[in-house]
């Protein structure tokens, strides 16, 4: 993947649906989350004509309080999974990417929660929250267990739609990369509920 990588959510969609457009504006991949489903359903594409599933992530629970949301690919074997930390993400966004075989590969952490807070209470004002978007930006480090840096996704200035950049910080195999992208997409569609 040519990084940096730009996640933008569609505008006047009823179910969430994102692209992701690498640095040459090449597309890699176009989320669609499955609408009216008591547990999450995500459908990852390869590009927005939708022929070919890349993946599916799944919730192992209806309530997504301390859910693991688990990656699976065509051919239904799953090769990860990002979990929520329900406590731990109440102040601060901590969630956990595992293996295929549940070992803990990475975290993701909230690097500077008030940002997040700003966000979502001036984004709840009339008018103001039109134009919160252009201020408050949260960010987002994932670090592998022995706490080196492995990627940053940043929420960019945007005016009525959500957009993020995701910064490649180290080198990782083409299993340990596709978890990291699918673990940020899911990451960030919860987020973006949250503020």
């Given at each position: 993947?040519?990084?940096?990588?730009?996640?933008?959510?569609?505008?006047?969609?009823?179910?969430?649906?994102?692209?992701?457009?690498?640095?040459?504006?090449?597309t890699i991949c176009y989320v669609q989350q499955k609408m009216f489903r008591l547990k999450e359903a995500v459908n990852v594409f390869t590009d927005q004509s939708k022929k070919q599933l890349l993946c599916e992530i799944k919730s192992d629970r209806v309530i997504d309080f301390s859910a693991c949301y688990s990656f699976f690919d065509t051919s239904g074997e799953k090769f990860g999974s990002v979990s929520r930390k329900g406590m731990r993400s109440l102040w601060?966004?901590?969630?956990?990417?595992?293996?295929?075989?549940?070992?803990?590969?990475?975290?993701?952490?909230?690097?500077?929660?008030?940002?997040?807070?700003?966000?979502?209470?001036?984004?709840?004002?009339?008018?103001?929250?039109?134009?919160?978007?252009?201020?408050?930006?949260?960010?987002?480090?994932?670090?592998s267990v022995n706490g080196s840096s492995l990627f940053r996704l940043t929420k960019q200035r945007s005016f009525l739609e959500s957009s993020y950049k995701i910064d490649k910080l180290a080198d990782a195999d083409p299993v340990e990369e596709l978890r990291a992208l699918m673990s940020m997409i899911m990451m960030a569609l919860l987020e973006r509920r949250r503020g």
């Open positions: 993947m040519n990084y940096p990588l730009d996640m933008k959510f569609r505008i006047l969609a009823f179910a969430p649906q994102i692209s992701v457009i690498d640095a040459g504006g090449a601060k966004a901590h969630y956990e990417i595992n293996d295929e075989d549940g070992n803990r590969y990475a975290s993701i952490s909230e690097e500077n929660p008030m940002a997040k807070v700003f966000d979502s209470l001036l984004g709840e004002i009339p008018v103001v929250g039109l134009l919160c978007g252009y201020f408050f930006h949260p960010m987002y480090l994932g670090t």
